[in-house]
């Protein structure tokens, strides 16, 4: 990493939110202990490689217009390695500790698997020692099985046995790596494993095969030692127009239907779960309720255009719903927030990179205080707890027991003369919680 590729970015510091700085953070402060964890280790951010270096930033009505003077898109090795330099100078400068990739961001594509394979061995050994050199760790790996041509139909539940096999071979080749790298996890996302129209499709088909590809990932991971986590992110549309992984409660029912479940958790993603018509606290506590919450790919999406925009996450409503949710399930083990999130088209400059990011840790450390705060003040889970608290003696706490049927609780109903319960008090939550945020 002798050249510099941001040279006019100095490290990003904390100066504190009164700063006029706009590349300086004002609330991350990665050594600031909230609670029992210093806050880097609650947020364990990542940078997306396939947005963060990769994405031209064209759109459906234009082409790319990023500027990126480490990239000249030729489809080299040497180029890719650069590439690389740049990401991890970049990562280091922002103070994240972690990124993620798929096979053909970091590796290109060339004239057959072989050839593939070799380069991304070569990028990967490239990787490997920029990760010593700078401590940045991998959060996990992936295989991008949906952008080349012979994915058009799926690749773990293409109709074709040949595009099945070349998807094999490629997670293998990507679980390798991530093994090599020590990554801390592997993700799965089902890309084009869908369909776009039932006329011609097998659905239960289509889903044996994928559970198949899932079985053999997980033989294989045992073979070669890899001990890193397994995540389904779930997402209902787009590419294909009905996914299989369409969300949280899809794929945990997909997962237990195959005996996968022991083998995976889940990595939700905000934009996603708002396609699927959820918000992203909904999906994590799903998740969450079936110990299934693994990582986070954080970003935000635009509620006026109905597709996956990846936005960086900047609303502080939202950071806080997802830390709390987070906090009160003990926090990360493997997972992280990674930034799957792009910057706008219109944002093309490399500079972009770095006001995207660092609006977003500012975000997420904003919502882990304020979550931290909520939690320690004890108002709100005190709340939900006495909500409940019929269940906690007497009938309710025989219901839970499984101590009583139909005929015992009709007895229990017929002896009662008036039956209540007691306000949501949704407004009076909402406006809790607003106190803290202010
Ligand atoms: C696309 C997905 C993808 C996964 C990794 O919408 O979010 O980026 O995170 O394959
Ligand atoms: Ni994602
Ligand atoms: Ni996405």
Not at 112 to 136: F, P, Y
Not at 384 to 405: L, M, N, P, T, W
Request: charged letters at 20%; proline letters at 3%.
């Amino acid at each position: 990493m002798s050249q510099e590729y941001f040279p006019h970015i100095k490290k990003i510091a904390f100066e504190g939110p009164r700063t006029k700085n706009p590349l300086a953070f004002r609330h991350y402060n990665a050594e600031e202990v909230v609670g029992q964890r210093k806050m880097k280790d609650h947020l364990r951010f990542g940078v997306a490689y396939w947005h963060a270096m990769k994405n031209s930033l064209a759109d459906p009505f234009g082409a790319g217009t990023a500027i990126r003077p480490w990239d000249d898109r030729s489809n080299s090795v040497e180029n890719a390695c650069r590439v690389a330099d740049a990401c991890f100078e970049f990562t280091g400068k922002l103070g994240i500790e972690y990124y993620c990739f798929h096979d053909r961001d970091v590796a290109p594509e060339l004239g057959g698997l072989q050839a593939n394979n070799d380069a991304l061995q070569a990028v990967a050994d490239h990787l490997g020692g920029l990760q010593k050199q700078t401590g940045i760790k991998l959060l996990w790996g992936t295989a991008c099985l949906f952008a080349h041509p012979r994915y058009n139909q799926g690749a773990g539940t293409s109709p074709s046995a040949d595009v099945f096999a070349y998807a094999a071979a490629q997670v293998k080749k990507a679980m390798d790596v991530t093994h090599q790298l020590g990554g801390l996890g592997y993700t799965f996302w089902g890309g084009r494993e869908g369909y776009a129209t039932l006329l011609n499709t097998n659905m239960k088909r289509e889903l044996d095969h994928l559970a198949a590809l899932l079985h053999m990932a997980v033989d294989y991971k045992k073979k070669i030692g890899f001990t890193g986590q397994f995540y389904i992110e779930p997402k209902p549309r787009e590419p294909s127009t009905h996914q299989y992984d369409s969300d949280a409660a899809a794929c945990l029912n997909f997962l237990r239907e195959y005996n996968l479940l022991d083998h995976f958790k889940l990595n939700i993603e905000t934009n996603h779960a708002t396609l699927a018509g959820h918000t992203v606290q909904h999906e994590l506590t799903v998740a969450a309720g079936a110990g299934a919450l693994g990582s986070i790919d954080a970003n935000a999406g635009d509620e006026l255009i109905g597709w996956d925009t990846d936005q960086f996450p900047t609303n502080i409503y939202m950071t806080t719903q997802i830390m709390l949710v987070l906090l009160k399930t003990g926090g990360f083990t493997t997972g992280g927030l990674n930034f799957d999130a792009k910057v706008r088209r219109e944002s093309f400059e490399p500079e972009d990179l770095f006001h995207a990011h660092i609006g977003g840790m500012d975000a997420f450390a904003r919502g882990l205080k304020i979550a931290h705060q909520i939690i320690e003040d004890g108002r709100m889970e005190g709340f939900v707890k006495q909500r409940y608290a019929s269940f906690d003696s007497g009938i309710g706490q025989k219901i839970e027991q499984g101590q009583v049927g139909f005929a015992e609780l009709e007895a229990h109903a017929l002896g009662l003369s008036d039956v209540q319960t007691g306000s949501g008090r949704q407004e009076m939550l909402e406006n809790l919680l607003n106190d803290f945020i202010a």
